[in-house]
């Protein structure tokens, strides 16, 4: 990927859908400096059963276009012409502005709209979230930090003898305490119903909002030691 140059005027083409990455090889070919931002996704392939990863423009329907200073007239006038249609209609349909000519974007924008992307901001893939999280558990065990794991947060979050109010189902309204956990996504619990209690079993969802699976919060400091060097009990 060209990095996009600071020193030119950018603009923003609005341009037929689904164009973007012919107009993006036509321009280059035209010597005009064009950036098409994009996010990259998984898509579930059903006959072999896996994910491919796919990328997109991520601003369908736009791209930017670089000019020397003060040449937009003559940008827009390129990008109008011949090379940039297919059967005869025009693929860039003029650039974004005002009645006063079009919209100058400040270069720092597209600059920094690039180096997101670079660094995997726009990137939905399980590849890179799957990279971004053992990133984050490397940055956290190298500062002393201590991981845990998911199922050991919702069995923190869910564990014998804390209480919930039951705000789904029949039951909803109704204190229930938990007993245990019996699946990744249920428990039981104890629920008094006519003044006897009773065992209940419960979607987790059923009792309280699931904790949030961002790696960040499953990252907790070390227990501090005790004065003689032994952590206490």
């Not at 229930?176 to 104890?190: F, G, I, N, W, Y």
């Amino acid at each position: 990927m060209k990095f996009p140059s600071p020193d030119l005027d950018w603009y923003v083409a609005r341009v037929t859908p689904r164009t973007e990455e012919t107009i993006m090889v036509r321009a280059m070919v035209a010597g005009i400096e064009v950036y098409l931002p994009r996010r990259r996704y998984d898509r579930f392939n059903r006959r072999q059963r896996v994910n491919t990863e796919r990328q997109t423009a991520l601003l369908p329907g736009y791209i930017f276009a670089g000019t020397r200073h003060r040449a937009a007239a003559d940008l827009n006038a390129r990008l109008r012409g011949d090379r940039f249609k297919a059967y005869g209609k025009p693929m860039v349909l003029g650039l974004l502005g005002t009645a006063d000519g079009p919209l100058q974007i400040p270069s720092k924008i597209v600059v920094d709209l690039c180096t997101d992307e670079q660094n995997g901001v726009f990137d939905e893939t399980a590849s890179r979230a799957e990279k971004r999280e053992a990133e984050q558990i490397a940055a956290a065990l190298a500062a002393g930090q201590e991981v845990r794991s998911y199922d050991e947060l919702v069995a923190e979050h869910f564990a014998p003898g804390e209480e919930f109010t039951v705000r789904a189902g029949p039951f909803t309204g109704f204190l229930a305490e938990v007993e245990k956990l019996t699946a990744p996504d249920r428990l039981q619990a104890l629920v008094s119903i006519f003044g006897r209690m009773t065992h209940v079993e419960f979607a987790l969802t059923d009792l309280d909002d699931m904790p949030s699976r961002d790696v960040v919060n499953r990252i907790r400091l070390p227990v501090q030691s005790s004065a003689a060097g032994q952590a206490p009990s």
